[in-house]
Every structure is written in C-alpha cells, then in structure tokens.
C-alpha cells in the first residue's frame, strides 16, 4: 500500500510519502522514511518491496558517488535519472519511484518511474492507490509559479483525500523538499 506523490515548484520540488511498512496485510512498522537521499540535492522517493527498494537505492547511490568521485564532478538529477533508468531496465526490480532534484542553472526537476523502467519528466507525479485521488486534486491545483505555501497546501489538501477516501490508507506521512540549500523535512503528518 506504498503511496507516494511530488510537486515541482517554481524554484523547489516537494515530495510525500507515507511512513508504513507492511507485508501483505501486516503492519511492521509506522516510521519508515522513503525518501532517500541520493546527494545533497536529491531524492529518491520509492515504493516496492523492502528488500529491491533498499538494495537498489544502495547501489544507485554507491555508484553515482563513484562516478562523482572518479570524474570530479556531481551527476544532475537528470542524468541520476536515466541512470537509474538504465539500471531497472537491466534488473526490472519491483520498485515505483520518483527522481527529485535542484541543479543549479537548471533549477528543480521531477522525473517519475515505474517498475519497468518507463521514465517521464513530470510537474506532479505519484504512485500508489493514494496517488488516483492525489493526482487530479494536483492537476488542479498546480502552476509554474508555485511556491512553497501553495505546495504544502497542495500536500495537506491531497493527504486529507486519500484519508477520507482510501479504506486502507496509511497512518503518517512524511513530506520533504529539495531546493537550492538542500534537503530538509518540511513537516510530518
């Protein structure tokens, strides 16, 4: 029951997800963080299965450190990207996931990703049961100028729906946002 979303504002990216782990129809813990961190400047974001989620963002970070340090010089979020993409394709690992980023002289970018490697550059992106009531509250919603207020409004907004709507939707959530200062937690819900 993974559920994650991500908005792409004016000049920062916000994601959410939720905090449970479960197995089937077994809650094993409420404090899980799903945002991982990549560098100081982005984020994956994943759903799937414990062990392909946590191995795999291992090696995808592992080896963008190894290409950062043997080339002197950081990948963007949009190369950490295709990468990835480039690797699940090779693996077909059972992992949903977004890319969040903020390069400088880009500026911030969202990439969605399924478990089969499909890759698309998105505003707002999601996955999960949580996502089909998320997503047209942020269709909505969203626009090029948004800020950061209106970001976390939109968050709110679609977990209060997938609460209301979902019979079995998740307890917490985490919402976090990558800009130009880096990562920080915007608030937990």
């Given at each position: 029951m993974d559920f994650?979303?991500?908005?792409?504002?004016?000049?920062?990216?916000?994601?959410?997800?939720?905090?449970?782990a479960v197995n089937s129809i077994i809650t094993?813990?409420?404090?899980?963080?799903?945002?991982?961190?990549?560098?100081?400047?982005?984020?994956?974001c994943l759903s799937g299965e414990a062990g392909d989620r946590v191995n795999f963002t291992e090696f995808i970070i592992?080896?963008?450190k190894l290409y950062s340090l043997t080339n002197s010089m950081k990948l963007s979020t949009k190369a950490v990207a295709n990468y990835t993409r480039g690797e699940l394709a090779t693996a077909l690992r059972k992992c949903n996931l977004?890319?969040?980023?903020?390069?400088?002289?880009?500026?911030?970018?969202?990439y969605w990703m399924d478990y089969l490697a499909t890759l698309s550059k998105?505003?707002?992106?999601?996955?999960?049961?949580?996502?089909?009531?998320?997503?047209?509250?942020?269709?909505?919603?969203?626009?090029?100028?948004?800020?950061?207020?209106?970001?976390?409004?939109?968050?709110?907004?679609?977990?209060e729906e997938?609460?209301?709507r979902l019979v079995v939707a998740p307890a917490h959530y985490i919402i976090k946002v990558v800009d130009k200062d880096g990562i920080r937690t915007v608030k937990t819900v």
């Open positions: 994650f979303v991500g908005i792409k504002g004016k000049d920062f990216v916000m994601v959410c997800c939720d905090t449970s094993i813990k409420q404090d899980e963080d799903k945002i991982i961190p990549i560098d100081d400047h982005k984020v994956f592992a080896n963008t977004l890319v969040a980023g903020y390069d400088e002289g880009v500026g911030p970018s969202l998105v505003n707002t992106g999601g996955t999960g049961y949580g996502a089909m009531f998320t997503m047209s509250i942020f269709d909505k919603m969203w626009h090029p100028e948004l800020t950061q207020d209106q970001a976390v409004a939109m968050m709110d907004a679609g977990i997938v609460k209301r």
